[in-house]
């Protein structure tokens, strides 16, 4: 018999379910001006201090979507979910996306 960590066996129902608590609701789905004012504001630093402009960008399938572009450098935000998460892609000229782990140095 396999040891688990709480000492017995059988017991891997996750803690909320033990209480009998129902299960967290998922997050609203926010309409889509809702999602451009909120990435306006979480990236309201990059038009600030960096001198990004927001620009219009149309994509038929991907409707939750803001870019922020300067000269040849854009980050486009796009909702998952219908908007209830976020995602972004950072890019440079035509060469498409950049893995963002190229772009931060983890290593200080």
Not at 34 to 56: M, P, S, Y
Not at 67 to 88: P, Q, S
């Amino acid at each position: 018999m396999h040891a688990v960590p709480n000492g017995r066996s059988g017991d891997t129902l996750p803690a909320a379910m033990k209480r009998n608590k129902a299960p967290t609701p998922p997050p609203p789905i926010p309409t889509l001006a809702e999602f451009i004012e909120t990435c306006r504001a979480a990236f309201r630093l990059l038009v600030d201090d960096f001198g990004f402009q927001e620009a219009r960008y149309s994509d038929p399938y991907q409707q939750f979507l803001v870019r922020f572009t300067k000269d040849d450098r854009w980050l486009d935000v796009y909702g998952e979910g219908y908007g209830t998460i976020a995602a972004c892609r950072v890019g440079c000229g035509t060469r498409g996306p950049l893995a963002l782990i190229w772009v931060v140095n983890i290593l200080h």
